[in-house]
């Protein structure tokens, strides 16, 4: 494209919303032939509501449970841990994020922090791992209706759980029906159970082409550069546990407003209006702009 095509482009996605970091970008993405979208804060808005949260340890009240675990999420920049500390003030527990020790966090799997000497991991089934528990208690956690599960271990015990309901956002089957009928083929790539990934999936009508659940940040890499294979592929998405995907894809496009520092480092564009059918629409400009000869 030429000089004033590029410019122009560049402008008009800026206008709606889409930061395209470099004029290099507009080629790549006018060829895209794959896009691939993280779920939790990208398909869906990342606001849960709490359904449940319970203790499963008869000496630790729920309240106890609930300050150490909102503590420990108060150090997280996951979509999850925002609901959790908010739920947790609701019901006037307070969470001191000072009080927690050697906080750290394992992309895809979950948390962990030290509070009042105790080991408190939060996280998906595989954080049981983490927290050294071999012996996992059967216990009926509600996964239906696509929840998010968090697993609560003090110490090596399973301690308590909670589920979280989280709904998708506006316009993302309109964004894939654009994506559709441009050729281009859609995934979702999540780290949250296999039941919350199909329920994205019924959500949208069954809009998206492949759905994978229970990645963890390096599976979402490899299945980007399973796509590449096929065609120049797009990588939409939130989280710091979207970078390895992110920087994989020929684009990373990361969500501006909710993104972490490191997914806005990572991503090609930055969508800061979290309005996906921006998506298409970009991709429609770069190909008008390839097309254009002055
Ligand atoms: P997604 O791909 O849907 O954005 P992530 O890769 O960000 O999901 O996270 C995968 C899973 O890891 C979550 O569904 C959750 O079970 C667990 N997890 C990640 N961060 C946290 C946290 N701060 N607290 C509890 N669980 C977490
Ligand atoms: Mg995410």
């Not at 948390?111 to 983490?130: E, L, V």
């Not at 999936?201 to 963890?216: C, M, R, S, W």
Request: charged content about 25%; aromatic content about 6%.
């Amino acid at each position: 494209s030429t000089p004033v095509a590029t410019f122009c482009a560049l402008t008009k996605a800026a206008t709606s919303g889409l930061l395209i970091k470099s004029a290099d970008y507009l080629d790549t993405l006018s060829k895209i032939k794959i896009t691939a979208f993280d779920k939790t804060g990208t398909i869906t808005r990342g606001e849960f509501i709490v359904v449940e949260f319970r203790s499963l340890h008869r000496d630790i009240s729920l309240r106890t449970l609930l300050y150490w675990v909102s503590s420990v999420e108060s150090k997280s920049s996951h979509p999850m841990a925002a609901t959790i500390v908010d739920y947790a003030k609701s019901v006037d527990v307070e969470p001191r994020i000072e009080e927690v020790e050697d906080y750290q966090n394992f992309p895809g799997e979950g948390i962990y922090g030290k509070i009042d000497g105790n080991d408190i991991y939060i996280g998906n089934k595989r954080i049981a791992s983490r927290a050294r528990c071999s012996t996992v208690p059967e216990i009926e956690v509600d996964t239906k209706g696509g929840k998010t599960v968090g697993y609560i271990y003090v110490g090596e015990r399973l301690a308590g759980v909670f589920n979280l309901s989280d709904a998708c956002r506006s316009g993302v089957i309109q964004a894939m029906k654009e994506l559709k009928d441009l050729g281009i083929k859609t995934a979702m790539l999540t780290g949250d159970n296999q039941d919350a990934a199909m329920h994205a999936q019924e959500q949208l009508g069954n809009a998206l082409d492949v759905v994978h659940g229970e990645l963890l940040p390096e599976d979402k890499a490899r299945i980007i550069q399973e796509f590449k294979k096929e065609g120049p592929t797009a990588m939409v998405g939130d989280g710091v546990n979207d970078a390895p995907a992110l920087a994989t894809a020929d684009i990373g496009i990361s969500m501006g407003i909710s993104g972490s520092a490191l997914a806005t480092q990572t991503g090609h564009i930055i969508l800061m209006s979290n309005d996906i059918r921006r998506i298409p629409q970009a991709i429609k400009i770069a190909r008008r702009a390839q097309r254009k000869v002055v």
